[in-house]
């Protein structure tokens, strides 16, 4: 009897670890990051390209975050549907004082690859600031007068591609259609991260 009363009780002990375990896990994977506080009128002194007539999109990105995959993933299914539309960049960090290759990773690859998207390094993170952007994956969205459309991420959360509220809005607003928000939560690291 003792014996299975100590069985009882490890399990018990062990399923609570686990739960716990995963309780952090989940916690973490559905913790948004810092929205942005983009301007409501296209930066001037941005050195990404618009398009005349294309809405553009610009995704502020950390290359060494591992939830800017999932950014990214969806950013190729989101082009698919309306690179007529838009016009896209995604603009990997580069902190002063890193090697001249740190900010090409894989991500960097995979974002390249995507037909209508133009990869560039944002040098000391000067374009997210312009665009008010402090988490990786952050996405912004200006109409063909540079007017901000849409704000927030397109990952149902971090590390994670599927289905999601902010991809879906973008498609809906450069397609005309009415949308219920023009934002949505941003799941990725903090761009100021050095890892």
Same mark, same amino acid.
């Given at each position: 009897?003792?014996? *299975?009363?100590?069985?009882?009780?490890?399990?018990?002990?062990?399923?609570?670890?686990?739960?716990?375990?995963?309780?952090?896990?989940?916690?973490?994977? $559905?913790?948004?990051?810092?929205?942005? @506080?983009?301007?409501?009128?296209?930066?001037?002194?941005?050195?990404?390209?618009?398009?005349?007539?294309?809405? $553009?999109?610009?995704?502020?990105?950390?290359?060494h975050?591992? =939830?800017?995959?999932? !950014?990214?993933?969806?950013?190729?299914? &989101?082009? /698919?549907?309306?690179? @007529?539309r838009l016009?896209?960049?995604?603009?990997?960090?580069?902190? +002063?004082?890193?090697?001249?290759?740190?900010?090409? $990773?894989?991500?960097?690859?995979?974002?390249?690859? *995507?037909?209508?998207?133009?990869?560039? +390094?944002?040098?000391?993170?000067?374009?997210? /600031? &312009?665009?008010?952007?402090?988490? !990786?994956?952050?996405?912004?969205?200006?109409?063909?007068?540079?007017? &901000?459309?849409?704000?927030?991420? *397109?990952?149902?959360?971090?590390?994670?591609?599927g289905?999601?509220?902010?991809?879906?809005?973008?498609?809906?607003?450069?397609?005309?259609?009415?949308? @219920?928000?023009?934002?949505?939560?941003?799941?990725? =690291?903090? &761009?100021? @991260?050095?890892?």
């Amino acid at each position: 009897m003792r014996r *299975i009363v100590v069985l009882v009780a490890v399990g018990l002990l062990w399923a609570s670890v686990v739960g716990a375990g995963l309780k952090v896990v989940w916690d973490y994977e $559905t913790a948004p990051g810092a929205p942005a @506080d983009p301007p409501a009128q296209w930066p001037p002194t941005s050195h990404v390209e618009r398009v005349p007539g294309r809405a $553009t999109l610009v995704m502020l990105a950390h290359p060494h975050c591992p =939830c800017t995959r999932a !950014s990214v993933s969806e950013l190729g299914v &989101l082009m /698919a549907g309306v690179h @007529d539309r838009l016009t896209a960049s995604v603009l990997f960090l580069s902190p +002063e004082g890193v090697p001249s290759n740190w900010s090409r $990773t894989d991500t960097w690859r995979a974002a390249s690859r *995507i037909p209508g998207v133009t990869v560039m +390094e944002d040098e000391g993170g000067r374009e997210a /600031a &312009l665009f008010g952007a402090s988490t !990786s994956g952050q996405v912004v969205v200006y109409d063909e007068e540079g007017r &901000l459309m849409f704000s927030g991420g *397109i990952t149902p959360s971090r590390g994670h591609p599927g289905e999601n509220a902010g991809r879906s809005r973008i498609v809906s607003l450069v397609s005309g259609r009415p949308v @219920d928000r023009r934002i949505s939560q941003v799941f990725g =690291c903090a &761009l100021t @991260d050095s890892k």
